[in-house]
């Protein structure tokens, strides 16, 4: 399975944009690229995924790179309920399965 | 987004004994279904795969005798921790996907305690 590489903490400003990386070298032509978090004693929450274009929701906005081997996770306006784990994670194109790493843990000061 | 609810959110048993977590999508159709368990500070392991009306597909490593697995409605999956161990103590995590969509959509989890 292809593999991400996430830095194990990131700390943001309220109110400021937080980006978050990820590497994905190994990544093939199909495989989706998904971002989870999780707060603490809580399931995942869904926050975007793409194949190749940018794409932006209510929540965040996701920039993957031309070559596809890295992504950002960019939360425009970080507030102290996005404090939380955010997972990077390839889904194969032909497989339902989402395999964590270790993620990014953020911490958000007011 | 969809909502996942889970069944108990907590449980504490006893040893030998077996428990039963209850899985339910509450405003979607889960065609698959997916079990997860979260050991403290760790990240989650995904424990099998099931798709409704079939047997589950478990990971390497995880026993499927010992947890079992049922998938008998496009909303509702069980998993039931039989012959529990305090090894077994974890936060077992459920999520469900409908037919093609990428995203899936994941419950608040149950934290299980065997004494």
């Known amino acids: 399975d292809a593999k991400t590489t996430q830095p194990n903490s990131m700390e943001s400003n309220e109110e400021e944009p937080v980006h978050l990386p990820c590497n994905h070298s190994?990544?093939?032509?199909?495989?989706?690229i998904h971002w989870y978090r999780q707060l603490p004693s809580q399931g995942p929450e869904y926050v975007i995924h793409?194949?190749?274009s940018n794409v932006n929701n209510r929540m965040a906005s996701l920039a993957i790179a031309e070559d596809r081997k890295s992504s950002t996770l960019i939360l425009h306006r970080a507030t102290l309920r996005d404090a939380a784990v955010y997972y990077c994670?390839?889904?194969?194109?032909?497989?339902?399965?989402?395999?964590f790493g270790a993620g990014t843990r953020l911490t958000v000061k007011p | 987004g969809a909502v996942v609810s889970q069944h108990p959110s907590w449980v504490i048993c006893k040893s030998g004994t077996s428990v039963k977590i209850e899985c339910r999508s509450l405003?979607?159709?889960?065609?698959?279904m997916f079990w997860y368990r979260q050991f403290p500070k760790q990240s989650l392991m995904l424990m099998a795969t099931?798709?409704?009306?079939?047997?589950?597909?478990?990971e390497q490593g995880v026993e499927k005798d010992k947890f079992l697995i049922n998938h008998a409605s496009l909303t509702l999956s069980t998993l039931t921790v039989t012959s529990a161990h305090p090894e077994d103590s974890s936060f077992y995590i459920c999520?469900?996907?409908?037919?093609?969509?990428?995203?899936?959509?994941f419950g608040p989890g149950t934290r299980l305690t065997v004494t």
């Open positions: 994670i390839l889904q194969l194109y032909n497989n339902n399965d989402m395999r």
């Open positions: 190994t990544i093939s032509g199909t495989d989706y």
């Open positions: 793409g194949l190749t």
């Open positions: 405003d979607f159709q889960a065609t698959t």
């Open positions: 099931s798709n409704e009306g079939s047997k589950a597909t478990y």
């Open positions: 999520s469900g996907k409908a037919g093609a969509v990428r995203e899936q959509y």
